[in-house]
């Protein structure tokens, strides 16, 4: 069964900086096509904040442009997120979002981590 685990997340005052780590292990993992982070406040829809596919193209919300970038280690099926100059805004939870091709699937899977808090202090 593959596991989608990520790290990174805390406290940190407006105008510091945050870097977030996903990786996926375990199951038959043939490789991860995009990988991406999500995130997620109380009462509101999970939306994206920044995805990266397999040749490095990657999407950043309008809230993430010139602030955050995503970056993969195919090596290692991991995906980082580096959060600079943080708002009070961004406090949410942050998800990992994994597409893993596998060896017994005939289409790709996604996969979610569980979550990690990121709190923005004013």
């Known amino acids: 069964q593959v596991q989608v685990v990520e790290s990174g997340g805390g406290l940190v005052q407006a105008g510091g900086s945050l870097s977030l780590s996903c990786t996926a292990s375990?199951?038959?993992?043939?490789?991860?096509?995009?990988m991406g982070w999500y995130r997620q406040t109380p009462g509101e829809q999970r939306d994206v904040v920044a995805t990266?596919?397999?040749?490095?193209?990657?999407y950043y919300a309008d809230s993430a442009k010139d602030r955050f970038t995503i970056s993969r280690d195919d090596s290692k099926n991991m995906v980082t997120l580096q959060m600079n100059n943080l708002k009070s805004d961004d406090t949410a939870v942050y998800y990992c979002?994994?597409?893993?091709?596998?060896?017994?699937?005939?289409?790709?899977?996604?996969?979610w981590g569980e979550g990690t808090q990121v709190t923005v202090s004013p």
């Open positions: 979002r994994m597409v893993v091709v596998e060896e017994q699937r005939v289409t790709p899977y996604i996969y």
């Open positions: 990266i596919g397999t040749g490095g193209a990657s």
């Open positions: 375990g199951g038959s993992i043939k490789r991860v096509n995009s």
